[in-house]
C-alpha cells in the first residue's frame, strides 16, 4: 500500500492496473520537478548568458566560470550541494523537492545560457552592420533584426533540454523526492516485483518523451521564422 | 574649388600589427563617382567601412561634408566622437554590402520602410509611398511583398541599393555590389547602379572588380595597393594607360586572368 492505494499481486496485469495511480501520483512530481526546473533553466540561463556577453571582463570572466562550472561537473553531486552542504552553510533546510528542482535548473540553466549565446551569435555579423548602416538605435536593431532571427534557432534547442530534464528527474530520487522513478523502486522493494513497476515507469517516460517532442515541433512549426535562413 | 565631401587627412588603420592604411590622402568631390579598385587585402573596402563607421581608425582624420567623422570638436581639440555625433553623420551615408544583408524575417517593402519609419520619423504612409518609388526605380515594383530569401541574388542587391536610397544619403558606398552574384546577374545591378552614376546626384564611392564598368560610369579611378594610393586618375588614363608598374600587372591579372 502506498498513499492509502493498495495493490493487487494477483496477476501482472491485475498488479500494473492496481499500481498505475500510485505511478501517476509519482508522474506529477515528475512533471512539476521538470517544470520548475525548466522554468529555473532558462531565466537563470538568460542571466548568465546576459552577465557572459557583458563588456567589463570583472563580469564576464566570472559568469564564463559559473557556465563552465555547472556544466562541468555531474547533476548529482550539484544536487548533494544544495541539499547537504547548502542547509549546511546556512542554517535553513531546504526541501528536498526544491533542492532537486534548483539543482536541475542550475545545471540546465548553463546549458540554456549556451543556447542563448549561440543563437544569437548564429545570426550574421552583416545584420548588425545594417542595422548601424541604417541608423537604426541598437537596442531597437536587437529586438527587432537580431532577436527574431535568434529565437527560432533558441527554441528548438531549449525544448530539447525540456525532455532532458525530465529524463534526469529520477537523480532526484536520491534525495527522497518520491517522483515516478522513486515510487516504482518501492514499489519493487515491497512486493518483490520489480519487472512490472519499472517497466511501467518506462513506458510512460516513453509516452511523455514523445508527448514532449511533439509540443516542441509543433511550436517550432508555429513560430514565424519566413525567409530566416536556418541551418 | 568646392570643398570636399570625403576627405581622408593621413588616416591610419591597423588590424592588431597589420597596417591596412597607411597615412591616406583621399578626396571625393561632391556628386563625383569614384571606383576604387586593387589587390583583396589593399585595404579598398576598409575605406568604404571607417567612411560607414563600422572600422574605428587609428590616426589621422576623416572628414565627411566638412565635419570631422570619427572626432568632435571641443575647445578647438579633436576629441573621439559621442555616438550622437556618429548617428548625425551616418546619416549622410548609405551603405551596399557585398552579402546584401537584407533583413531576412521582413518583405521587401518593410526592409525599406523600416529605418524610413524609425530613424527619419516618416509616417507609414509617406515611408510606403516612398519605398514602392525606389522599388520601381530598381524594377522590382512586383516583388514588393516578397522575402529576401524568394528573390534572386541580383534582385536582392537591387533591393539593397533601394534600401539605402530609402535614406536619402548625400553619399553612396558601394562594397563590392557584384562579387556575390552568379555572373549573369551582374548586369541588372551594374545597371542601376549606372543610372544613379548618370544622375549626379550622389557622392559614389564603387569598389569593384568590374573593370570594363568602373571605365564607363567612373569620374576617377583609384588603384590602391599596401594601404595607399599607387595612382589615380580619369578612368581611361588609369585602365588604359597605367604609369605605375603595379597597376599594369594588377589589370592585367584582373582582364587576363588565364595568361
Known amino acids: ?231 | 574649388m568646392s570643398e570636399p565631401m570625403i576627405k581622408f587627412d593621413k588616416v591610419t588603420k591597423k588590424f592588431g600589427d597589420h597596417v591596412v592604411l597607411k597615412e591616406l590622402e583621399f578626396e571625393v568631390q561632391p556628386n563625383e563617382m569614384v571606383t576604387i579598385i586593387g589587390p583583396s587585402g589593399s585595404g579598398k573596402s576598409t575605406i568604404l567601412r571607417i567612411l560607414m563607421t563600422l572600422e574605428p581608425i587609428n590616426g589621422g582624420v576623416v572628414y565627411v561634408d566638412g565635419e570631422p567623422l570619427w572626432h568632435e570638436e571641443r575647445d578647438g581639440k579633436f576629441v573621439p566622437a559621442s555616438e550622437q555625433h556618429l548617428r548625425k553623420m551616418r546619416s549622410k551615408l548609405g551603405m551596399v554590402f557585398q552579402q546584401f544583408n537584407l533583413f531576412p524575417h521582413m518583405t521587401v517593402r518593410r526592409n525599406l520602410t523600416e529605418a524610413p519609419i524609425r530613424v527619419l520619423g516618416l509616417s507609414k504612409k509617406e515611408a510606403v509611398e516612398r519605398a514602392d518609388e525606389l522599388l520601381e526605380m530598381v524594377g522590382l515594383s512586383d516583388q514588393a511583398d516578397k522575402f529576401p530569401a524568394q528573390l534572386s541574388g541580383g534582385q536582392q542587391q537591387r533591393v539593397g541599393i533601394a534600401r539605402a536610397l530609402a535614406m536619402r544619403p548625400k553619399i553612396l558606398l558601394f562594397d563590392e555590389p557584384t562579387s556575390a552574384l552568379d555572373p549573369e546577374l551582374v548586369g541588372e545591378v551594374l545597371q542601376v547602379i549606372r543610372k544613379l552614376a548618370e544622375q549626379h546626384e550622389f557622392t559614389m564611392l564603387l569598389v569593384t572588380h568590374e573593370i570594363p564598368f568602373a571605365r564607363q560610369v567612373s569620374d576617377r579611378v583609384c588603384f590602391i595597393d599596401g594601404g595607399s594610393i599607387v595612382e589615380q586618375g580619369p578612368p581611361d588614363e588609369i585602365l588604359t594607360e597605367p604609369k605605375e608598374e603595379r597597376t599594369k600587372e594588377f589589370l592585367h591579372a584582373v582582364l587576363h586572368p588565364d595568361e
Not at chain 1, 498505475?20 to 533553466?41: C, E, N, S
Not at chain 1, 570583472?58 to 562541468?72: G, Q
Not at chain 1, 509516452?207 to 525567409?227: C, E, W
Request: net charge positive; hydrophobic share 55%.
Open chain 1, 1 to 231: 500500500m502506498l498513499f492509502g492505494i493498495e495493490w493487487n499481486t494477483a496477476s501482472n496485469l491485475a498488479f500494473a492496473t492496481s499500481i498505475l495511480p500510485i505511478l501517476l501520483i509519482g508522474l506529477i512530481t515528475t512533471l512539476k520537478a521538470t517544470v520548475v526546473g525548466f522554468i529555473l533553466a532558462i531565466v537563470i540561463g538568460l542571466v548568465l548568458a546576459a552577465l557572459k556577453g557583458a563588456p567589463l571582463k570583472v563580469i564576464s570572466y566570472p559568469a564564463a566560470f559559473v557556465i563552465e562550472f555547472l556544466r562541468d561537473t555531474p547533476l548529482l553531486i550539484q544536487l548533494f550541494f544544495v541539499f547537504y552542504v547548502l542547509p549546511e552553510l546556512t542554517g535553513i533546510a531546504i526541501p528536498a523537492f526544491v533542492a532537486g528542482a534548483v539543482a536541475l535548473g542550475l545545471q540546465y540553466s548553463a546549458y540554456c545560457a549556451e543556447v542563448y549565446r549561440g543563437g544569437l551569435e548564429a545570426v550574421p555579423w552583416g545584420q548588425h552592420e545594417a542595422i548601424k548602416a541604417l541608423n537604426l538605435p541598437s537596442a531597437y536593431g536587437f529586438f527587432h533584426i537580431i532577436l527574431p532571427q535568434a529565437i527560432p534557432r533558441i527554441i528548438p534547442a531549449l525544448g530539447n533540454y525540456l525532455v532532458s530534464i525530465m529524463k534526469d528527474v529520477p537523480i532526484l530520487s536520491v534525495v527522497t523526492v518520491l517522483e515516478m522513478m522513486t515510487i516504482a523502486r518501492i514499489i519493487g522493494d515491497r512486493t518483490y516485483n520489480y519487472l512490472v513497476p519499472l517497466s511501467m515507469v518506462g513506458i510512460l517516460y516513453l509516452i511523455l518523451t514523445l508527448l514532449a517532442s511533439f509540443l516542441v515541433r509543433f511550436i517550432d512549426m508555429k513560430l514565424p521564422k519566413s525567409g530566416i535562413p536556418l541551418k
